[in-house]
């Protein structure tokens, strides 16, 4: 399992963080409607090198794409935009959750790293906020999810998030999973560096 995949609803700047990560440079970047890999190497160490998947975030597609490479994924980034959070976050618990409860993702429990991007923005939301919220509205997910009928088959439910009679939080998972603030722009924007520093050296760890 040597694939990193970038997961996230639209707009929140995958592929910007995809394109910044091997080239460190500034793209414009429009909607994915496919995948992009490609070899993603460590600096320091040339032989080190992990398959970097940048995935769509349209709702239409991110499912059929995290179906065909969940079983290769070494590790997850879910990419929040960090400005647009308070208005998106039902879509992203939403998103993470169908992740989270997948049964092969479960069973792999890749290491999941919440990438909380666009913080060179004033609006943006700190990670400790956006993984607060996350929690809380993971737990009411989770709590409507375990409520609904299901169906006469029970074996091919989908698992159940975190522990039982506790409130979620992200330390219930198989796996490890971390918070980091980036930018893909950078805080001068387009010229400017990116700030990828939290997630390049999360990705020499999993590497």
Excluded at 119 to 129: E, F, G, I, N, P
Excluded at 163 to 181: A, I
Aim: aromatic share 6%; net charge positive; hydrophobic share 40%.
């Amino acid at each position: 399992r040597k694939a990193v995949l970038l997961l996230g609803l639209c707009d929140a700047g995958k592929t910007l963080l995809f394109a910044r990560l091997l080239s460190g440079r500034y793209r414009d970047t429009q909607t994915s409607i496919t995948d992009s890999s490609a070899t993603y190497r460590l600096n320091r160490d040339k032989s080190t090198n992990v398959t970097l998947i940048d995935l769509p975030g349209h709702e239409s597609l991110r499912l059929q794409f995290l179906e065909r490479f969940k079983a290769a994924a070494r590790a997850i980034v879910f990419v929040v935009d960090s400005v647009a959070f308070q208005r998106e976050v039902k879509d992203v618990a939403e998103f993470l959750y169908q992740v989270l409860v997948d049964g092969t993702v479960l069973r792999n429990a890749p290491a999941l790293l919440i990438a909380c991007n666009k913080q060179d923005v004033t609006m943006a939301k700190s990670a400790k906020l956006i993984q607060q919220q996350l929690e809380k509205e993971l737990n009411t997910l989770r709590v409507t999810r375990s409520a609904a009928p299901t169906t006469l088959d029970t074996s091919g439910g989908p698992a159940q998030l975190g522990k039982k009679g506790k409130d979620f939080d992200f330390s219930q998972l198989p796996m490890k999973v971390e918070f980091v603030e980036c930018s893909a722009r950078g805080s001068k924007g387009e010229e400017g560096e990116a700030d990828l520093e939290g997630l390049e050296r999360w990705l020499a760890k999993v590497a």
